[in-house]
C-alpha cells in the first residue's frame, strides 16, 4: 500500500505559476509508474502528465506541453508538476497517483492504469 498526499494548489491569477507536490508514504515510490490528473466541475477526470519509474520517460496532455513539468524525486519520495503559464481552463482539482502493474506505454495516461490516488488539491486560475 502506498498513500499519496498532494499539496501546493492555490488561486492564481492567468499567467502564473504553482507547483505541486505528491508525497508518498508506506513504500518507496522508485519502482511505481507516476501520473497527475485533473477534474473540474461537471467533467471527467482526464490525463494531466506522467513519468515512468525510472524518470526517463514522461508524456503531457497536449494542451499542457510546453507549460507543465513532471519530475521525481525518488530520495525523497515525491513527485512534483511544476505549472507555469496558467490558464482559467486549468482551473481544476488536481491528483496524483501511482502504479506499477503496468507496461509504460499509452496506459501512463488511463486513470484506471492507477491503482492509487490521492485526495488532490485545488488549483484555480482566476481571468
Known amino acids: 500500500q502506498v498513500q499519496l498526499v498532494e499539496s501546493g494548489g492555490g488561486l492564481v491569477q492567468t499567467g502564473g505559476s504553482l507547483r505541486l507536490s505528491c508525497a508518498a508514504s508506506g513504500r518507496t515510490i522508485s519502482a511505481w509508474h507516476m501520473g497527475w490528473f485533473r477534474q473540474a466541475p461537471g467533467k471527467e477526470r482526464e490525463f494531466v502528465a506522467s513519468?515512468?519509474?525510472?524518470?526517463?520517460?514522461?508524456d503531457y496532455q497536449d494542451s499542457v506541453k510546453g507549460r507543465f513539468t513532471i519530475s521525481r524525486d525518488n530520495a525523497k519520495n515525491t513527485v512534483s508538476l511544476q505549472m507555469n503559464s496558467l490558464k482559467p481552463e486549468d482551473t481544476a482539482v488536481y491528483y496524483c497517483?501511482?502504479?506499477?502493474?503496468?507496461?509504460?506505454?499509452?496506459?501512463?495516461?488511463?486513470?484506471?492504469?492507477?491503482?492509487?490516488w490521492g485526495q488532490g488539491t485545488q488549483v484555480t486560475v482566476s481571468s
Open positions: 513519468i515512468s519509474r525510472g524518470g526517463t520517460s514522461t
Open positions: 497517483a501511482a502504479d506499477f502493474a503496468f507496461a509504460y506505454d499509452s496506459r501512463a495516461a488511463r486513470p484506471q492504469s492507477y491503482d492509487y
